[in-house]
C-alpha cells in the first residue's frame, strides 16, 4: 500500500494560498489511500485529493487540534468515536436527504452513532467483524467455533492477541456470557480473568500489520480479534488463512464518514463522501488493496463480482449481523478503567 500524499502544516499552509477549490484535504485510514477507489473521484470532479493516513481517534483529533480551521475537509472515523468529534466540534451536520442510507443493510445504518442530538454528522461505510482468524491446515476449525477452546491448552503460544483493548475486551465478555452493551465496573474483574488467560496462551499482542504476518508467516497460527479484514485481502493466495465466528458470537465494527467542521470546500467535501457511499465507491473501498470489509450500502453487491462477495461472504451476512453485538461504548471513566486493565493484561 502506498500512501498517496502526507500532509503536514506547512504544506497545507501552502495549499491554501494555491488553488485549494481544486483540492480536498481528507483524514482517513489506510483503506481509502487505494488509487482505485480515489481516482475515479478525481477524474470526475478534476480534482487532487489528498490524503493523511492515521490510526486511532486520538491521533485524529491530535492532528485537528494542531491544524488550523479549514485545514481539512474530510475525515473518516471509528463510528463509536463519532460523538467524540462532535463534541470537540469537528464534525459539520450532513444532509441525511442526500445520504443514500435507504440502501444500507438496517444494522449498519447505526443512528446512535452518527445522530448527536437529532443531527447527522457521519454515515457509516464499512463494517466487518472482531472475531477469530485462524490457519485452517494448523488447526481443528471445529475448536474455532468455541471461545473457550481457542485461548485453550491445545492453542498455547500459537495464538496473536489484536492490540485493541475495546474489540479484544469484547471478545472476553461474550466468551463469559456478558453483553457488550452491559460492560460495566463491576463485571471488568471476570473479564480480566479472561483476557489473563487469553494472555497467558499468546506468543505476541500485535497491531494490523504484524498480526496478519504473524499468521502469514507461521509464526502464530489463530489471531484473536481478527477477522475478514485480517485475511481476505490474502484469500486468493493463501485461502487457508481464514476467519469464524464462534457460537458465542462476535463484535461488528463499523467505520464512519464525515465533513470536517470549517472545511473551505465543504460542497465538494460532501461529494465526497456521496462518493463514498454509492454502490461504485463502497465497492471499491469494501476490496481496497489495505484491507478488505463489507460495504455499509448493500447495492454494493450489484457491482461486486461473485468472487469478491464469497471471500466477504455476503450471503451469510444476515446471520453474522444477527450473532454479533457492537464494540463497547465506555463512559468516560469506565473507559480509562477498561484502559488500565488492559495495559496490566499486557504487561503480563
Not at 506547512?10 to 488509487?35: F, K, P, R, S
Not at 475495546?166 to 456470557?177: C, D, K, N, S
Not at 469478491?308 to 453485538?325: F, G, I, N
Request: with cysteine; hydrophobic share 45%; proline share 5%.
Amino acid at each position: 500500500m502506498i500512501l498517496r500524499t502526507i500532509l503536514g502544516g506547512t504544506a497545507l499552509a501552502c495549499i491554501a494560498g494555491a488553488g485549494a477549490a481544486q483540492e480536498l484535504n481528507a483524514l482517513v485510514w489506510c483503506d481509502h489511500t487505494d488509487d482505485a477507489l480515489i481516482e475515479p473521484f478525481e477524474q470526475e470532479h478534476g480534482v487532487t485529493v489528498n490524503l493523511r493516513e492515521y490510526e486511532g481517534t486520538g491521533a485524529a483529533l491530535a492532528l485537528l487540534d494542531q491544524s488550523r480551521p479549514g485545514d481539512w475537509d474530510v475525515m473518516v472515523i471509528d463510528g463509536i468515536d463519532v460523538f467524540r468529534a462532535v463534541e470537540a466540534g469537528y464534525l459539520a451536520e450532513l444532509p441525511v436527504d442526500e445520504l443514500p442510507t435507504g440502501d444500507f443493510f438496517p444494522e449498519v445504518v447505526m443512528e446512535a452513532n452518527n445522530v448527536v442530538d437529532g443531527k447527522t454528522y457521519a454515515v457509516t461505510e464499512k463494517f466487518g467483524y472482531n472475531t477469530i482468524s485462524f490457519n485452517s491446515d494448523k488447526v481443528d476449525p471445529a475448536d474455532m467455533d468455541d471461545l473457550a477452546a481457542v485461548w485453550s491448552e491445545k492453542y498455547d503460544g500459537r495464538l496473536s492477541i489484536y492490540d485493541y483493548y475495546l474489540p479484544v475486551m469484547g471478545l472476553a465478555a461474550i466468551a463469559e456470557g456478558i453483553p457488550t452493551a452491559e460492560i460495566g465496573a463491576d463485571n471488568l474483574e471476570t473479564i480480566g480473568g479472561t483476557l489473563s488467560d487469553m494472555r497467558a496462551r499468546a506468543a505476541s499482542v500485535a497491531g494490523v500489520v504484524a498480526a496478519q504476518t504473524a499468521l502469514a508467516t507461521g509464526e502464530v497460527d489463530i489471531v484473536v480479534g481478527g477477522g475478514e479484514w485480517l485475511t481476505a485481502v490474502l484469500a486468493e493466495e493463501r485461502p487457508e488463512l481464514t476467519w469464524t465466528i464462534p457460537e458465542q458470537g462476535a463484535v461488528r465494527w463499523a467505520q464512519s464518514i464525515g465533513v470536517v467542521e470549517g472545511s473551505e470546500n465543504p460542497d465538494l467535501a460532501l461529494e465526497f463522501v456521496k462518493y463514498i457511499v454509492s454502490p461504485e465507491g463502497q465497492a471499491r473501498l469494501a476490496t481496497s488493496s489495505c484491507f478488505w470489509g463489507m460495504p455499509a450500502n448493500a447495492r454494493a453487491g450489484e457491482i461486486l463480482t461473485d468472487e469478491q462477495k464469497a471471500v466477504l461472504r455476503w450471503d451469510d451476512q444476515p446471520d453474522y449481523l444477527s450473532r454479533t453485538q457492537l464494540y463497547p461504548a465506555p463512559d468516560a471513566d469506565l473507559d480509562i478503567e477498561m484502559q488500565d486493565l488492559w495495559l496490566e493484561t499486557l504487561q503480563q
